[in-house]
């Protein structure tokens, strides 16, 4: 069975910094992309950071391109996204997921995720 679970979250001021760590199993971790998403309350949930099974290839969204910073450790099975100059509305559940198909942008599998929350 596909798991992940986000951690690391917390409560941080404006302009502060948070690591979050995705702790996966249930699969071969090395041969599978880990994607980084975020639903804020009353808001779709956004694709925000990808990185390949391999870790040669990264995506950010938009909204927190060059803020924060994905990697991963397979030999941990973990994937984790280094939060940076934080904003308030930075403020939401943060997840992460993979999928069957090994490609950024494919997603079978979602885990539970961490409250990020940025006081202004």
């Known amino acids: 069975e596909v798991q992940l679970q986000a951690s690391g979250g917390g409560l941080v001021q404006a302009g502060g910094s948070l690591r979050l760590s995705c702790a996966a199993s249930?699969?071969?971790?090395?041969?599978?992309?880990i994607g980084w998403f975020r639903q804020a309350p009353g808001k779709v949930r956004e694709g925000i950071s990808c990185?390949?099974?391999?870790?040669?290839?990264?995506w950010y969204g938009d909204s927190v391109k060059g803020r924060f910073t994905v990697s991963r450790d397979n030999a941990k099975n973990t994937a984790y996204l280094e939060l940076n100059s934080l904003e308030h509305e930075d403020t939401a559940v943060y997840s992460c997921g993979t999928g069957n198909t090994n490609r950024c942008g494919w997603y079978d599998y979602w885990g539970q995720g961490t409250q990020v929350t940025v006081s202004s």
């Open positions: 990185i390949s099974s391999d870790g040669d290839y990264t």
């Open positions: 249930g699969f071969t971790f090395d041969e599978h992309h």
